[in-house]
């Protein structure tokens, strides 16, 4: 009988030694918590920090919260408005790291504040884990597509020059839908305005990248026989009659050898003589007064009452980084709510409404480098933009969509103190060295941050993370951070905004706003 009770004494006291140890090791994981001197910076306290250590506190946000969700209506009029805000690239953990940089944890952005929310699946009909190409193709044409390809159904595979002529394959968009119900409808973004998302407005191509001519023929294509995206804002069945894009990507439309670029003095991309922005302002029908713009101070003084079709590109490609027209004092940039203002001025005159596609571009570029303060500072922006419109036009009459065309492998990870600065430090791993609240699953940031010789982590206190543009770190290298695959947020205000929650497929997306604007060919509120 003894033994038999030493033989159980010696399984539990094993037992209890592995549970010890296992306790032990989640413990020596929390001696790393606390915040490491070299930050330098306080804790902030929240601007409710006594009031959030009481029981009532968190009990009558609670009550608060339930109070305002059940005061929801579902509002069933006519969408005369609809204004899509596309954050490329701004993932849930994205919108997070704005939300805390931009006013704390607890104070949301504008657009979080939108009543009904819901989550999109964003795969391409080839690839898990999808592009803005194809993700363009879902959210404004309500078809999905393969990788790398806009405006085409998925018989059209990546650089199949003859199948993406295929009239049949081609998709038309809800800005083309608009159109066709009397509306106007523009383009606002700040990536070249030929790039994949605002392409998704207007064009059809089998590969993203045929933004001009030049790299039709690179990739073994006839130009002369495949239109290039650029062309095709100027002579396409939609872009031409756009009553107002707005974004950079000049190079795009001037010839390599012949043209000058209007800031730089640089020649352009194309290859074929052409200047395509003086054949834009040319191709509208006699007496249309057509306006180009390329700094801010033209933009500001454009007269909508005066003017019938507005084209603005304010750099050779992509917009500067907000953070960079700060510091190089790039006062002939506008930002996106100054671009938006003026769009939706040119839109409104339409007494039928509009349909108006916004698209934070820069968000993507940010995460593709590791470069988070970039990211981040752009989505605060994005959100400042969605207030201006939201403010501007009536919940009643005006359909506002915000939502993302894909994730990214950006991490808010650790165990940073409440108030941390995000871009800062969250503790200390295993080695000894300063990880960091944000990090990337793989990019650019690794060759920046592991001594690949030893085999070790840096020490990011050696670093000078002041900098803007400083590279985050990332699990393993790659030259571009890649995309993820995890759904994203929806969030809807205004007319049928109620349709946007739940969890849907994302070429949903159009066919919803169609139907709360009676636009389309599909189902329609006012039927």
Partial sequence: ??????????????????????????????????????????????????????????????????????????????????????????????VALARIHAGGEEKPLYFEEFPFVGMSKTYCVDYQVPDSACTATAYLTGVKGNMDTIGVNAHVQVGDCEAGRNRSTHTSSIGQWAIDAGKEAGIVTTARVTHASPAGMYAHTAFRDWEDDYYVKEDGCDPDLVDDIAEQLVYGETAPKLRVILGGGRREFLDRDIHKDYETGKGGYRSDGRHLINEWLKNGPVGENRTFVWKRSDLMAVDPTRTDRLLGMFEPGHCAYNLDKITDQLDEEPTLAEMVDKATDMLSSNPNGFFLFVEGGRIDHGHHDNRAKYAIDETVEFAKAIELARKK??????????????????????????????????????????????????????????????????????????????????????????????????????PWSHLFTGSYEQNVIPHMMAYASCIGSGLKACT
């Fill in 1 to 94: 009988m003894r033994l038999v009770v030493s033989s159980v004494c010696v399984v539990l006291l094993l037992e209890l030694t592995v549970a010890a140890s296992l306790h032990d090791d989640y413990d020596s994981d929390k001696r790393y918590h606390p915040r490491l001197p070299d930050e330098g910076l306080p804790v902030k306290a929240s601007r409710n920090a006594e009031q959030e250590q009481t029981i009532e506190y968190w009990r009558n946000q609670a009550k608060a919260t339930v109070e305002k969700h059940l005061k929801r209506t579902e509002n069933t009029n006519i969408a005369k408005n609809v204004i899509l805000f596309l954050g490329d690239g701004m993932s849930i953990s994205t």
């Fill in 393 to 494: 036009f009536s919940e009643e009459d005006t359909l506002i969509v915000v939502t993302s065309d894909h994730s990214h492998s950006v991490s808010f990870a650790g165990y940073p103190s409440r108030g941390n600065d995000v871009f800062g430090t969250a503790g200390n791993g295993r080695d000894g060295v300063p990880y960091m609240t944000i990090s990337y699953a793989n990019g650019p940031g690794y060759k920046k941050h592991v001594d690949t010789d030893a085999g070790a982590r840096l020490d990011v206190r050696q670093m000078n993370r002041d900098a803007s543009n400083f590279a985050f770190p990332a699990m393993l290298p790659k030259d571009s951070e890649t995309h993820g695959g995890e759904d994203v947020a929806v969030y809807a205000s205004g």
